[in-house]
């Protein structure tokens, strides 16, 4: 019986490939069955995810079994993480909620579980081959999330809400557009150039400030990374060709080109998309002075002031896994004005520090800046500067990270993030590999 699992290493991440490739698209598809076809709810979503989660704990097992598996510090990481999340349960104030989420938004035990182990089971695939497979069949299966009309106002795709849609969109977004600039595929570029041409008046329709902002955040990388390349370049650092960083720039060149284009097709969405960036600027000001109130970012302002007030009663373990609405002692939390009971904090890392406690919190706040710090070294140190799949993945990484601040983690999108975490995070050297 020991033996049964025995397998070489090449034919265990083919079993990881498989598993993602079948995930990516399956939950495409169910979002396609809540949102379109209205045949399932999200607590049946949760379940049949959830039992992909439990495949996977097979899988790492397996791994284990056989020594695949080697803890480093970004499991350490998650394997606290998890900790945190079934203390946060045992502790919750309605432990049947932490373990299958609120009504209406269900991100309960099950499905935090079932993302950090999409993390690991990803994390272990140590061949690009296997990474490149992942992310195409990711971003071919997007293109079914567009159900709407390219050039509408407030998008919601198969995530429910123009919020979300606007998280997906800009993780399909930046991954393509990374792909498309600094890898030299030639059989796919063109595939992530159209995507991400589809993709951004989806991203634009979307109207979320949250993301426009992650959207400049991954701009700036973009050209920061050109910067430092050209840098290198000219203190010789680096044996890339200047053609090539002729090329980089062009196509560079030919993105901005194409985004400016879509702003001068864009009629409807106009006065909705400058708006919204007009007021996103002024909230990042505001933020940035301190001066954030009750109506900030549609009444954000207000939601994070009453939530930190509850922070010191459940700072320990937090108020349970999806528990924020029986936070006030039997009544609830209402928005001034719009009358809205409060389920979220509309903020993934204060959402984490009120339901999870404030070590999840610190946890995985320091887990997200180790893979940032983590992932610059890897591709500095061992991947060629302009061809290399990880900084489409950093991209995506970072734009998602960004939005976070004012955005909420959705079970129908939050998955993809940690699939795309888990190929960015390198398990080996390039050196190594070619042994």
């Known amino acids: 019986m020991k033996d049964l699992f025995k397998m070489k290493f090449e034919t265990y991440e083919k079993i990881i490939t498989v598993i993602t490739s079948i995930t990516i698209p399956l939950i495409i598809f169910l979002s396609y069955l809540i949102a379109k076809a209205e045949v399932l709810n999200l607590v049946k979503y949760e379940c049949i995810i959830g039992f992909v989660g439990i495949i996977n704990i097979l899988v790492i097992l397996i791994g284990i079994r056989n020594n695949y598996y080697k803890f480093r510090i970004a499991d350490i990481f998650i394997l606290l993480l998890i900790i945190c999340a079934f203390l946060s349960t045992i502790f919750s104030v309605n432990i049947k909620t932490s373990l299958i989420g609120v009504e209406g938004r269900n991100e309960g035990l099950i499905m935090i579980i079932t993302y950090y182990t ?3 089971l990803n994390s272990l695939i140590k061949n690009e081959k296997y990474k490149k497979i992942i992310i195409n069949i ?4 997007s293109v079914l999330h567009l159900q709407d009309s390219m050039f509408a106002t407030y998008i919601t795709g198969l995530a429910g809400h123009h919020n979300f849609f606007g998280t997906f969109c800009l ?14 595929e030639k059989k796919l570029k063109y595939l992530y150039l159209i995507i991400s041409s589809i993709y951004f008046p989806y991203l634009i329709g979307c109207v979320t400030g949250s993301v426009n902002v992650g959207l400049v955040f991954v701009f700036i990388a973009i ?6 390349i050209l840098i290198l370049k000219l203190l010789k650092k680096t044996n ?7 090329i980089l720039v062009a196509k560079t060149l030919l993105v901005i080109s194409i985004i400016i284009l879509c702003f001068m097709k864009i009629n409807n969405q106009t006065q909705d998309v400058v708006k919204e960036f007009n007021s996103s600027k002024e909230e990042v000001k505001e933020m940035a002075s301190g001066n954030v109130t009750n109506n ?10 009453e939530t930190l007030k509850i922070v010191p009663k459940y700072w320990l373990h937090g108020v349970g896994i999806d528990c924020l609405i029986y936070a006030w002692d039997g009544s609830f939390l209402i928005t001034p004005g719009t009358n809205r009971i409060v389920d979220k904090t509309h903020n993934e890392y204060l959402q984490i520090l009120v339901t999870e406690g404030v070590f999840s919190c610190i946890i995985y706040i320091v887990f997200l800046f180790y893979i940032f710090f983590t992932s610059i070294r890897n591709i500095f140190k061992y991947e060629k500067l302009d061809n290399s799949i990880y900084i489409g993945l950093f991209l995506a990484f970072i734009g998602y990270a960004i939005q976070a601040f004012a955005n909420i983690r959705v079970t129908r999108v939050a998955p993809f993030f940690f699939i795309l975490t888990g190929l960015l995070y390198q398990r080996y050297r390039i050196k190594d590999a070619k042994k």
């Open 118 to 120: 999409l993390f690991i």
């Open 171 to 184: 993780l399909v977004y930046a991954l393509s557009i990374g792909l498309f600039i600094f890898t030299k």
């Open 223 to 228: 050209v920061s990374y050109l910067v430092i």
């Open 296 to 305: 900030w970012g549609s009444q954000r302002g207000f939601i994070w002031k």
């Open 240 to 246: 890339d060709k200047l053609k090539s960083f002729s």
């Open 138 to 141: 990711f971003l071919i299966s």
